[in-house]
């Protein structure tokens, strides 16, 4: 059985981690590749994506999986092509980013046989994609993390940031935060690493006008395998988000003994405790008096990280997960 998992571009993000740790050890229960469309030329050229389809027609795959709504045409053509395939639409997110990404799931949804969600949280928000179609929730813990030394003790607080800098991620209101911690403690910093998802611009302006420019620095895409060495940086991870899927950034830099300081969206409620592992969002006066609980009392500070680092040490790997729902729903297929 051949299985091809198509993503959009391959990017620091959950959903590009997560399917390239498929990769680090050969499938023995099936044939595994991931596609990047981004690979045959720029998403917003057609000829890209009748490339990439070319491509799949060659492989012919059994299964082919969709990730985010750039893979739709590519994907729902080739179940046009080859009606025996199997197509699974993996969704990563409660909400749609626009009204064409709407679209686009809707009418993959409905060529898909089955659907896989990276969190409860994403499936109990996907009923109308979802249907009365197989669903399968996929743990997103893609790789044990461990910290890379101690969680530092610093004497003002060092914030850290990875993954897309997208509207979603609500850097802005990150940034807003971190203007009001800034003002009690002037040497915080804030380290924010990802690729530009058409917000660096405004961001930067934004963090220039608000006054921040000497203690935010950017610093572009970081390589997955370098997460655990630049988290040793920092001792809070900051991701004001105004919606998630599993937020798998959070997972990560939980298991490294970061203190997340989150919004309750996606499937975060389900796993951030407020001042037991993380710090929640509920309104920014109330935000910057539990961090100033929680900053100004080491011994509080310890105990929250330690809760963080544990979190994860009992759960199921992506991988595992992945292989496990992609044979139960083969299995099924040939019983049928």
Request: hydrophobic content about 45%.
């Amino acid at each position: 059985m051949k299985v091809v998992h198509v993503i959009p571009k391959n990017v620091i993000g959950g959903v590009e981690v997560a399917a390239n740790t498929m990769l680090d050890e050969e499938v023995q229960e099936f044939d595994f590749s991931v596609l990047f469309i981004s690979k045959e030329g720029g998403l917003t050229n057609p000829i890209t994506h009748l490339r990439l389809l070319k491509k799949l027609v060659k492989i012919k795959p059994d299964v082919v999986v969709s990730s985010l709504w750039w893979t739709s045409f590519v994907c729902i053509m080739y179940k046009i092509l080859y009606r025996k395939s199997r197509l699974i639409l993996f969704l990563h997110n409660q909400k749609r980013a626009h009204f064409l990404d709407y679209l686009l799931t809707k009418i993959t949804a409905a060529f898909a046989d089955s659907v896989f969600c990276d969190s409860a949280a994403t499936k109990s928000a996907s009923l109308e994609f979802i249907n009365k179609k197989t669903v399968k929730v996929i743990s997103f813990l893609h790789r044990k993390f461990s910290p890379s030394g101690d969680i530092k003790a610093y004497d003002s607080p060092v914030f850290i940031f990875w993954g897309r800098l997208s509207f979603a991620k609500g850097l802005d209101l990150s940034l807003y935060f971190f203007q009001s911690v800034l003002s009690q403690y002037p040497s915080a910093i804030f380290y924010i690493y990802g690729p530009d998802f058409g917000e660096l611009k405004k961001l930067k302006a934004l963090s220039e006008s608000l006054g921040l420019s000497d203690n935010v620095h950017w610093k572009g895409q970081v390589d997955n395998s370098d997460i655990a060495e630049i988290a040793s940086q920092a001792n809070f991870f900051l991701l004001l988000s105004r919606h998630e899927g599993m937020a798998m950034a959070v997972v990560e830099a939980m298991q490294c003994g970061l203190i997340p300081i989150v919004t309750p969206v996606g499937e975060i409620p389900n796993y951030c405790y407020d001042l037991n592992n993380s710090i929640i969002h509920d309104d920014e006066v109330a935000l910057l008096s539990k961090f100033n609980k929680v900053f100004s009392d080491k011994n509080k500070r310890y105990l929250v990280s330690l809760n963080a680092r544990s979190k994860w040490d009992f759960y199921n790997l992506y991988r595992d997960d992945f292989i496990s729902s992609i044979m139960q729903l083969s299995l099924k297929n040939e019983s049928q």
